[in-house]
């Protein structure tokens, strides 16, 4: 699907909201039942925000096409959620691209790029390259020829940034960081953990709470407080930071089975494609109120929140950059995708950094 088409029905569908519901009834026609696997265990934002999502095409079809929400597990595992709705296992799933790194790397630069992908680009930057400065393009094209996936991808919900970590004790430095056996995103949040010396270990989330009481896990880095909160990690950590480069930027992905998205008329493909724009909507203002309240929570709690160390930071931006480095001197198309963002935030950077300073004298007004 070119850019300007995604572009353009989904901010038909914004605006609209329930004008794209068909003047056609549901009792013309059998409804189309969907499946839709999630990556996240039950009672976590991504499950409300798949359900309203769900819910909107349902709505906007006007019961033509229906989507069950399912947990992480149901089905498959969360990193085997592509190959299954490629093979027509499930029709659609919620996943993260980063997941695909092990199959070409540059899953990483689109749902979860280092510290901006070393460009500067913050979340909504981001998503305005992926939305106008030819991304979409881009993370289609790393779906279907780099991956070689019969799939219709979209992101869908910003959840980033993610926080540095939850430890049992803070740790001082990197030095001190670096030792711990530390539960991290796979890809290259790993790959630059490594590279610090670090010692990543992947694990889905409904595995962290075991793994932390099994010891298996001395840290650990999950999404926001308001998903760190439904896993429950402030129960078994105390010490919590969310000054992480990471995964500064993190964007869930839905991708639906290419024989499927064939099959729909147009105008259903039209009511997908606006209920999905009207999540990234949804998502940022979710995690906008949902982290505040979930930070306050976990204060509540008797959790310490931390400053990362102060060495974090350009330890981490010297390893990012030479992981990037090395992949783009190995792989023309994660050359590519960052030479595009690189080029998007020459422009859209300089206007990011005068903008930060009027939200910290906004925030500094607050009486809190």
């Not at 959620?81 to 093979?87: C, H, P």
């Not at 913050?122 to 400065?133: E, K, R, S, T």
């Not at 960081?177 to 694990?203: A, E, H």
């Amino acid at each position: 699907m070119e850019r300007r088409k995604f572009l353009k029905t989904a901010g038909a569908g914004l605006a609209a909201g329930t004008a794209l519901a068909p003047a056609v009834s549901h009792a013309q026609g059998q409804a189309i039942r969907w499946k839709l696997q999630s990556a996240n265990p039950s009672g976590t934002p991504h499950m409300d925000l798949l359900t309203k999502f769900a819910t909107n095409v349902d709505r906007m079809s006007g019961g033509r096409l229906k989507i069950e929400v399912l947990t992480s597990g149901a089905i498959v595992k969360p990193n085997e959620i592509l190959d299954a709705v490629n093979k027509g296992v499930v029709e659609c799933g919620q996943w993260w691209t980063h997941y695909a790194t092990g199959k070409h790397p540059a899953g990483g630069l689109f749902s979860a790029p280092l510290g901006g992908s070393g460009s500067g680009l913050d979340q909504m930057g981001q998503l305005a390259w992926y939305m106008q400065g030819g991304g979409r393009d881009l993370y289609i094209e790393y779906y279907t020829k780099m991956l070689k996936a019969d799939v219709m991808p979209f992101l869908y919900a910003p959840d980033g940034p993610e926080c540095f970590g939850w430890f049992k004790a803070p740790p001082k430095s990197v030095a001190e960081f670096t030792k711990l056996r530390f539960r991290m995103s796979s890809g290259l949040p790993s790959d630059v953990l490594k590279d610090m010396g670090g010692i990543p270990v992947n694990l889905a989330g409904a595995e962290l709470i075991p793994a932390a009481e099994r010891g298996v896990i001395d840290g650990v880095e999950w999404i926001n407080p308001a998903n760190d909160i439904k896993v429950g990690l402030q129960d078994v950590f105390k010490y919590y930071s969310i000054q992480g480069l990471h995964q500064a930027i993190d964007i869930a992905d839905v991708v639906i089975n290419g024989a499927k998205w064939r099959a729909l008329t147009p105008d259903l493909q039209a009511i997908v494609e606006s209920a999905l724009a009207r999540s990234l909507f949804d998502a940022i203002l979710y995690f906008q109120y949902e982290n505040a309240k979930a930070l306050a929570e976990i204060k509540k709690k008797g959790v310490t929140v931390f400053d990362a160390p102060a060495d974090y930071a350009p330890a981490f931006i010297k390893s990012a950059k030479k992981v990037l480095a090395g992949l783009e001197a190995k792989d023309p198309f994660f050359k590519k995708v960052l030479d595009s963002q690189r080029a998007f935030a020459k422009v859209v950077v300089p206007y990011t950094r005068e903008t930060s300073k009027l939200s910290t004298l906004i925030a500094g007004a607050a009486e809190v």
